[in-house]
Each structure stands twice: as C-alpha cells, then as structure tokens.
C-alpha cells in the first residue's frame, strides 16, 4: 500500500518578533496515519500545529492540507478538520449533549450528540457538566468536540498530559479507534513511550528544527546500528505495568 500525502509541510517558519521558534521545517503527514509531534517544551510543536490549523500566521514557508493550499483557501481546510478547543470557552451552565449541539450548530452540522458521546465512551454523562468530568474524561469529551464536524483529521495537542496511566491508556485506544475508522491524527507528547505505542511515525523537533522523522521502530533501530546500548538489563516490565496490574486495566467510570 503506498501512502497518499494528506499535509505537507515546506520550509515552514515562524517568528515571534527576532526570536525564530520554527527554523525552516518540512514533512509529510500521510493519510490514515498517527503522527506525533515529539520534543520538548518550547521546541515549536504547538506553534506548528495551530499555524496547520489556520490559527496562527506563518512567517513564510507552504502548508497544503489535502490538497488545499493554506495561503488561498484557509477556510476550506477549517471545514476538513477537527481542532480540540480551548476548555474555558465551554460554556460552565450547558451539559455535554447542550454542548454538542451547540458546537453542531456553530459548524451548521446536525449531530446526534448521543451517538458521538457513545463514541467517546461518555453516554453515561450525557446530563453532566463538563467541569464534573475527570481528567481523562475531560480530555474524551474535548476530543469528541473534533469529531463533530466529521473532519478528515483530527490535531491532538498533547491530550494526555497530566492523566494518569488508565486514564492515558485509555485514550490511546480512542485515538487508535478514530485511526482506525479512517481519521488522521496528528498530535504532540513529550512522552516518548506513548509515542513508541501510538504513533505510526513520528518527527522529533527540538529548538524549532526537526531533528528526525520515521517509524519509532526505525528510529530505534537506527540507535541501535550505531552501537548504542542500555546502560542496565532491561527487565521484562516496568513500574507503570505495576500499577496498571495492581489498579486494573479496566475503564473506570472517572478514567
Ligand atoms: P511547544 O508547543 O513545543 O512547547 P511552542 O510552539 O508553544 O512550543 O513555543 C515555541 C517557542 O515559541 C517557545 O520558546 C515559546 O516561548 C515561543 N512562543 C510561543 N508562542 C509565542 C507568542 N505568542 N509570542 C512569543 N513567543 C512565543
Ligand atoms: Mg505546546
């Protein structure tokens, strides 16, 4: 199967005043795909995205999403995507079904929210506000707020930080399901394990220049071509499998 391009990235900058946080980045985002955005705080990850997601300015460079070049038609990329919106502008006194279709209504899309909570595993709290919600589901119901209008990708800015492990899990299989039903997902972690488990591929940036891009299995095995080796044995789990046999895998009603 060969991959069809769905974003392309071309000597991507952007300027904050003199200071340069995105230096000239190219890549790919292939269609169907889950794409992470790795590095640090502060190396241009978030910029990047919301310069994609036409909100934000470039400084110069191209950006073409399906097909749709960013300078013309701005618009018609907003109408192809699903943008995770800022938590404070859910209005504190409507419900999540309240919500959903105010959100349909705001992109002129008949939404049956019963069907898009069920989706996100969040039926149960149709009647509930969002400030009740837990972390994780705060974080499912906010994903499903870019389903709405039935986008062909999705941009995920860091959605798991500061979830705790079921909770992170947890929203690994929605990703996954959304993937897998035909969305692309382009998103942004600092957590490389999450990445080695949810991303097809993955660009890593640092201070605004992408310092590698490919499958987490070719990157490490590249590491590994060049004689690199752990320092101790590594053993067969970790300290989070621990936990997540010990709490159980389960989805909890407040993951
Ligand atoms: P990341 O998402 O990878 O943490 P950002 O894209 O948010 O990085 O930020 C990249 C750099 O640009 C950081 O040094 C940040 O301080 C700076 N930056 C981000 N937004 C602005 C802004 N509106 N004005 C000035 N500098 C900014
Ligand atoms: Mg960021």
Same mark, same amino acid.
């Given at each position: 199967? #060969? +991959?069809?391009?769905?974003?392309?990235?071309?000597?991507?900058?952007?300027?904050?005043?003199?200071?340069?946080?995105?230096?000239?980045?190219?890549?790919?985002?292939?269609?169907?795909?889950?794409? =992470?955005? &790795?590095?640090?705080?502060?190396?241009?990850?978030? #910029?990047?995205?919301?310069?994609?997601?036409?909100?934000?300015?470039? #400084?110069? =460079?191209?950006?073409?999403?399906?097909?749709?070049?960013?300078?013309?038609?701005?618009?018609?990329?907003?109408?192809?995507?699903?943008?995770?919106?800022?938590?404070?502008?859910?209005?504190?006194?409507?419900?999540?079904?309240?919500?959903?279709?105010?959100?349909?209504?705001?992109?002129?899309?008949?939404?049956?929210?019963?069907?898009?909570?069920?989706?996100?595993?969040?039926?149960? /709290?149709? /009647?509930?506000?969002?400030?009740?919600?837990?972390?994780?589901?705060?974080?499912?119901?906010?994903? +499903?707020?870019?389903?709405?209008?039935?986008?062909?990708?999705?941009?995920?800015?860091?959605?798991?930080? =500061?979830?705790?492990?079921?909770?992170?899990?947890? &929203?690994?299989?929605?990703?996954?399901? @959304?993937?897998?039903?035909?969305?692309?997902? @382009? &998103?942004?972690?600092?957590?490389?394990?999450? +990445?080695? @488990?949810?991303?097809?591929?993955?660009?890593?940036?640092?201070?605004?220049? @992408?310092?590698?891009?490919?499958?987490?299995? /070719? &990157?490490?095995?590249?590491?590994?071509?060049?004689?690199?080796?752990?320092?101790?044995?590594?053993?067969?789990?970790?300290?989070?499998?621990?936990?997540?046999?010990?709490?159980?895998? +389960?989805?909890?009603?407040?993951?």
């Amino acid at each position: 199967m #060969t +991959a069809t391009t769905i974003i392309s990235i071309r000597d991507l900058t952007k300027k904050y005043g003199d200071f340069e946080a995105v230096k000239g980045i190219s890549f790919d985002v292939f269609e169907g795909e889950i794409f =992470g955005l &790795l590095g640090p705080n502060g190396a241009g990850k978030s #910029t990047t995205l919301e310069i994609i997601e036409t909100l934000r300015q470039k #400084t110069s =460079g191209s950006v073409t999403v399906n097909g749709i070049d960013l300078d013309k038609h701005p618009d018609r990329i907003k109408e192809i995507i699903g943008v995770q919106l800022q938590t404070s502008g859910y209005y504190p006194g409507l419900n999540l079904t309240e919500l959903i279709a105010l959100f349909g209504g705001l992109y002129n899309r008949r939404v049956n929210p019963l069907e898009l909570l069920d989706s996100v595993n969040l039926r149960d /709290k149709a /009647k509930a506000k969002f400030k009740d919600l837990s972390g994780g589901q705060k974080q499912r119901f906010s994903i +499903a707020t870019t389903l709405i209008n039935d986008p062909r990708i999705i941009f995920l800015d860091e959605p798991t930080t =500061g979830l705790d492990p079921q909770a992170r899990r947890n &929203l690994w299989d929605l990703i996954r399901q @959304i993937r897998d039903r035909g969305t692309t997902v @382009i &998103l942004t972690t600092h957590y490389m394990d999450e +990445a080695e @488990i949810l991303c097809d591929r993955v660009a890593i940036i640092d201070a605004g220049r @992408i310092i590698a891009l490919d499958t987490p299995d /070719k &990157l490490i095995d590249k590491l590994v071509d060049t004689g690199f080796e752990r320092p101790k044995e590594v053993k067969q789990a970790n300290l989070e499998d621990v936990f997540i046999q010990l709490t159980g895998h +389960a989805l909890r009603a407040d993951a």
